[in-house]
């Protein structure tokens, strides 16, 4: 067995919800799986990734496809048997896109997570995937408290393991209640009074243009005001209509002078 003590760029939020929470893959067959599965729990903040009798490992192979989750790959631990890799946890969850003859429960992705997140305040949680071809065997999903799923397609239902990984990594995080992203920018909305003026505006410079005709109006202005009111201006959008309606009003007094 072999440990690395590397440091990891998650925040510190992220190493507090997320760190006793670790990636078990057994007896992985192509090392660029296992990076794919590193990457895939980097982007969601989780860092303790233990192998079982991978074929290849390291491998230059597994670098690549971690498109810089290398000090995932590089803390990475190597066990012989599966009952060393999760000596240490508390909840063990095994993921599986078949039924099988287990005696424990089985639930889906998600509710499984949460149930990880939950039982990790008491210590290590375990979720393992088996190799690629054939999944976990019959022995090591029965070292498991819980065998979840993804929801899939019935009749498609099988994913490449950096994928169930990547969706595994996601619940988990979800569940750690780690929900932050980016907001929008926040803009100045326009005052009643701001669009009012806008209004007066937009009718002389549809009049000067020829496009609007006081004497018979129709129904143009209230649908106007029926597409405008459907959101909510901001200061700023109705400075540019004002500048466009300058601009009308101004072109149609140069063809009144008859300049060009």
Do not use: W
């Amino acid at each position: 067995m072999s440990k690395s003590n590397v440091s990891h760029d998650f925040t510190e939020t992220e190493v507090a919800r997320l760190a006793d929470v670790c990636v078990v893959l057994s007896h992985t067959s192509h090392p660029g799986n296992i990076g794919a599965a590193a990457r895939a729990m980097k982007t969601m903040g989780i860092a303790d990734l233990r192998l079982v009798n991978p074929d290849v490992f390291p491998s230059e192979i597994a670098t690549a496809r971690a498109s810089g989750a290398t000090d995932v790959l590089d803390g990475a631990k190597v066990y012989e048997t599966l009952e060393a890799a999760i000596a240490d946890c508390v909840f063990v969850v095994g993921s599986s896109a078949r039924g099988r003859d287990f005696v424990g429960e089985t639930k889906d992705v998600r509710s499984a997570c949460v149930d990880a997140i939950a039982k990790s305040a008491q210590g290590k949680v375990a979720i393992v995937f088996g190799c690629e071809m054939s999944g976990m065997t019959n022995a090591e999903v029965a070292l498991c408290q819980t065998l979840a799923y993804i929801p899939a397609n019935d009749a498609y239902s099988s994913l490449n393991l950096g994928s169930a990984v990547q969706v595994f990594s996601y619940e988990l995080r979800m569940a750690a209640g780690l929900t932050q992203g980016y907001e929008a920018p926040e803009f100045q909305l326009a005052t009643q009074a701001d669009i009012e003026r806008m209004f007066s505006h937009m009718e002389q410079a549809l009049t000067v243009s020829g496009f609007f005709n006081p004497e018979n109006p129709k129904r143009l202005f209230p649908r106007l005001r029926r597409l405008f009111n459907r959101t909510r201006l901001e200061k700023e959008e109705v400075d540019i209509f004002r500048g466009m309606f300058r601009s009308i009003e101004e072109n149609a007094a140069r063809g009144r002078d008859g300049s060009s």
